[in-house]
């Protein structure tokens, strides 16, 4: 049987204020356990939450990013359980009045088409905090320094029909938040997680079947392992004839196996209740043009700037302009080195392959797009070859030398393109080859004659101490072989 | 309106609240009431009436991000029945 997988995602998304959403403490990371927990985040009685405006503006900021309404009146609950690392019993959140309603965001897919993925809403609330289960003599250690860390949860509509897509969105969400600046979208930290629901129904039926969420990935690649892995489970429980339990699963990325949290029976009763401590919040015209105001160019805008302004090809727009950072990275390297074009497959070649095998992020290259940007002027006027540009790369990351035309000196890269120095080395070569030349003359087959052009080549680089510019050496050859 | 045993015991295991069999009967009679009671509230008509999230006729003030509290864990834990390594220690659960 065929079927159709229906996917929608709720996405936790914490946002990158200076201080927790309801008390004045830090929300830096790292800080030791507790030191950044006090006695609203602590739940101590008496304390009194007051909402950071900081939050409602990063909220409001994605809702005009998504094409939203924006909630001019939005109500905090209380969603009820007992949780250790849930001081007050309950999490502070928004349920039938949030901050954004409903808006939507389009993805690229592979083959290049664009989809439309509809959001529910998103709604503000406080994270909880951590709680560590390693041996604290039988005990679970609690730290609280996250607990009250603004997030915003975002919980799109079932719209996508492939972990492809679900990828692609989430792909799409994170550029959109960083770009924003309102989450560092540092996924290893827990910055954006995942929820994901999943079902599937016969292909082309019209009635939704029965979904499981599965919780807490944090990351794409997690993502679309536990997507094909719970698509997998479903698919052989109705091919054999049996019934989707309705369900929250939790996936481990690294075994890959997913495991049952909770039925539906044993589903959480949140008792859901406006919290008395709360006023409703009421956002007016002047905080929303302020917001909109404070909106940067987002991916879709700077794609096509990209395209416009550097002429590049959609593949490529699309890379560079995804990260806000690696854009600005692209940018300044533009800025510096001209040939928009070079800079683009130097950054998505060299620059990230040197990222991934040393486990960094744009943020922390040791090399400045100023610095790649000197690098690529001296490619783009013959000064090195690609091979000599590959070694001044390498001592630039390296740190030995942060000055591209010092390297380049130092280390004799400088390409020989001075014409008639080339032209009597060439003659010199060809004196010493004539076999090899009446040969090449007597070649009738153009693609053989290039091919035995390369033949000349080794030698006129040894000539050169491999200083000579290449494309001019081939240039001098055609000409002399005649043609 | 009425309550069931069922609901009682359901709503204790929520609130983490012990009951017996025999406060459970009397739980389903003043429980039972306090329905009633919101049975007759019910009755009133209410469709011009927008649903309250607040009874002050207020809104909430926001406050500037800007960090204000410093490090007390000291005086916190001081008053915690278990801490280890900065943390606080609870009896160990495993969702």
């Given at each position: 049987m065929q079927w159709d997988i229906v996917i929608g995602l709720e996405i936790h998304v914490q946002l990158a204020t200076q201080t927790k959403i309801f008390s004045g403490s830090s929300t830096a990371y790292g800080a030791e356990p507790n030191t950044q927990a006090n006695a609203v985040d602590l739940a101590m009685p008496g304390t009194l939450p007051v909402p950071n405006e900081q939050a409602f503006r990063y909220a409001v900021m994605f809702g005009?990013?998504?094409?939203?309404?924006?909630?001019?009146?939005?109500v905090f609950e209380r969603k009820n359980y007992f949780y250790p690392d849930l001081p007050k019993g309950y999490q502070t959140t928004q349920l039938a009045q949030p901050i954004v309603g409903p808006g939507y965001v389009d993805i690229d897919l592979a083959d290049g088409s664009t989809k439309r993925v509809r959001i529910h809403h998103a709604h503000l609330e406080e994270d909880a905090g951590k709680s560590l289960h390693e041996d604290y003599h039988g005990m679970s250690g609690i730290d609280l320094n996250r607990a009250g860390t603004p997030l915003i949860e975002v919980v799109t509509e079932p719209d996508m029909?492939?972990?492809?897509?679900?990828?692609?969105?989430?792909?799409?969400?994170?550029?959109?938040?960083?770009?924003?600046?309102?989450?560092?979208?540092?996924?290893?930290?827990?910055?954006?997680?995942?929820?994901?629901?999943?079902?599937?129904?016969?292909?082309?039926?019209?009635?939704?079947g029965t979904r499981t969420e599965t919780k807490n990935l944090n990351s794409f690649r997690f993502m679309e392992q536990a997507i094909a892995h719970e698509v997998e489970r479903q698919m052989d429980i109705l091919e054999d004839g049996g019934r989707i339990v309705q369900e929250t699963r939790l996936y481990n990325g690294d075994r890959d196996e997913s495991r049952s949290m909770r039925t539906k029976e044993e589903a959480n009763d949140y008792r859901y209740f406006p919290c008395p401590d709360l006023l409703p919040v009421e956002i007016d015209d002047a905080f929303i043009e302020d917001a909109r105001a404070r909106l940067p160019?987002?991916?879709d805008a700077r794609k096509a700037r990209f395209k416009e302004q550097y002429g590049l090809n959609d593949y490529d727009a699309g890379v560079l302009s995804g990260d806000a950072k690696l854009s600005a990275f692209f940018e300044e390297t533009v800025e510096?080195?001209?040939?928009?074009?070079?800079?683009?497959?130097?950054?998505?070649?060299?620059?990230?392959?040197?990222?991934?095998?040393?486990?960094?992020?744009?943020?922390?290259a040791p090399i400045s797009g100023a610095q790649l940007g000197a690098l690529v002027t001296r490619i783009a006027d013959n000064t090195v070859s690609s091979a000599g540009a590959k070694k001044v790369f390498e001592a630039l990351w390296s740190g030995?030398?942060?000055?591209?035309?010092?390297?380049?000196?130092?280390?004799?890269?400088?390409?020989?393109?001075?014409?008639?120095?080339?032209?009597?080395?060439?003659?010199?070569?060809?004196?010493?080859?004539?076999?090899q030349v009446a040969q090449y003359q007597n070649e009738e087959d153009p693609k053989k004659r290039k091919k035995m052009l390369g033949g000349f080549m080794g030698p006129l680089m040894k000539a050169s101490k491999g200083q000579g510019n290449p494309k001019l050496f081939n240039e001098i050859l055609v000409r002399k072989l005649g043609g | 309106m009425s309550i069931s045993r069922e609901d009682i015991e359901k709503v204790a295991v929520l609130a983490r609240i012990k009951v017996d069999g025999e406060q459970v009967s009397a739980l389903e009679k003043d429980l039972g009431n306090i329905l009633d009671l919101v049975d007759q509230l019910s009755a009133a008509d209410t469709d011009s009436v927008e649903p309250m999230a607040h009874p002050l006729d207020a809104v909430q003030q926001l406050r500037p991000?800007?960090?204000?509290?410093?490090?007390?864990?000291e005086a916190f834990q001081a008053i915690a029945p278990a801490t280890e390594d900065g943390l606080y220690l609870v009896p160990k659960v495993i969702e």
């Amino acid at each position: 049987m065929q079927w159709d997988i229906v996917i929608g995602l709720e996405i936790h998304v914490q946002l990158a204020t200076q201080t927790k959403i309801f008390s004045g403490s830090s929300t830096a990371y790292g800080a030791e356990p507790n030191t950044q927990a006090n006695a609203v985040d602590l739940a101590m009685p008496g304390t009194l939450p007051v909402p950071n405006e900081q939050a409602f503006r990063y909220a409001v900021m994605f809702g005009l990013a998504t094409n939203a309404e924006i909630g001019r009146r939005s109500v905090f609950e209380r969603k009820n359980y007992f949780y250790p690392d849930l001081p007050k019993g309950y999490q502070t959140t928004q349920l039938a009045q949030p901050i954004v309603g409903p808006g939507y965001v389009d993805i690229d897919l592979a083959d290049g088409s664009t989809k439309r993925v509809r959001i529910h809403h998103a709604h503000l609330e406080e994270d909880a905090g951590k709680s560590l289960h390693e041996d604290y003599h039988g005990m679970s250690g609690i730290d609280l320094n996250r607990a009250g860390t603004p997030l915003i949860e975002v919980v799109t509509e079932p719209d996508m029909n492939s972990a492809d897509e679900a990828v692609a969105f989430a792909k799409k969400l994170h550029s959109l938040v960083t770009s924003l600046g309102i989450c560092d979208g540092d996924m290893s930290q827990g910055s954006m997680r995942f929820d994901v629901n999943i079902s599937l129904k016969p292909k082309g039926s019209d009635t939704l079947g029965t979904r499981t969420e599965t919780k807490n990935l944090n990351s794409f690649r997690f993502m679309e392992q536990a997507i094909a892995h719970e698509v997998e489970r479903q698919m052989d429980i109705l091919e054999d004839g049996g019934r989707i339990v309705q369900e929250t699963r939790l996936y481990n990325g690294d075994r890959d196996e997913s495991r049952s949290m909770r039925t539906k029976e044993e589903a959480n009763d949140y008792r859901y209740f406006p919290c008395p401590d709360l006023l409703p919040v009421e956002i007016d015209d002047a905080f929303i043009e302020d917001a909109r105001a404070r909106l940067p160019e987002l991916p879709d805008a700077r794609k096509a700037r990209f395209k416009e302004q550097y002429g590049l090809n959609d593949y490529d727009a699309g890379v560079l302009s995804g990260d806000a950072k690696l854009s600005a990275f692209f940018e300044e390297t533009v800025e510096h080195g001209k040939d928009a074009k070079l800079a683009a497959n130097w950054i998505q070649g060299e620059f990230s392959a040197r990222l991934n095998a040393d486990e960094k992020s744009v943020a922390e290259a040791p090399i400045s797009g100023a610095q790649l940007g000197a690098l690529v002027t001296r490619i783009a006027d013959n000064t090195v070859s690609s091979a000599g540009a590959k070694k001044v790369f390498e001592a630039l990351w390296s740190g030995d030398n942060d000055d591209v035309d010092a390297i380049i000196d130092a280390k004799g890269l400088k390409q020989v393109s001075d014409t008639g120095a080339l032209e009597a080395m060439v003659d010199e070569v060809l004196a010493g080859m004539p076999d090899q030349v009446a040969q090449y003359q007597n070649e009738e087959d153009p693609k053989k004659r290039k091919k035995m052009l390369g033949g000349f080549m080794g030698p006129l680089m040894k000539a050169s101490k491999g200083q000579g510019n290449p494309k001019l050496f081939n240039e001098i050859l055609v000409r002399k072989l005649g043609g | 309106m009425s309550i069931s045993r069922e609901d009682i015991e359901k709503v204790a295991v929520l609130a983490r609240i012990k009951v017996d069999g025999e406060q459970v009967s009397a739980l389903e009679k003043d429980l039972g009431n306090i329905l009633d009671l919101v049975d007759q509230l019910s009755a009133a008509d209410t469709d011009s009436v927008e649903p309250m999230a607040h009874p002050l006729d207020a809104v909430q003030q926001l406050r500037p991000d800007v960090v204000t509290e410093t490090n007390q864990r000291e005086a916190f834990q001081a008053i915690a029945p278990a801490t280890e390594d900065g943390l606080y220690l609870v009896p160990k659960v495993i969702e």
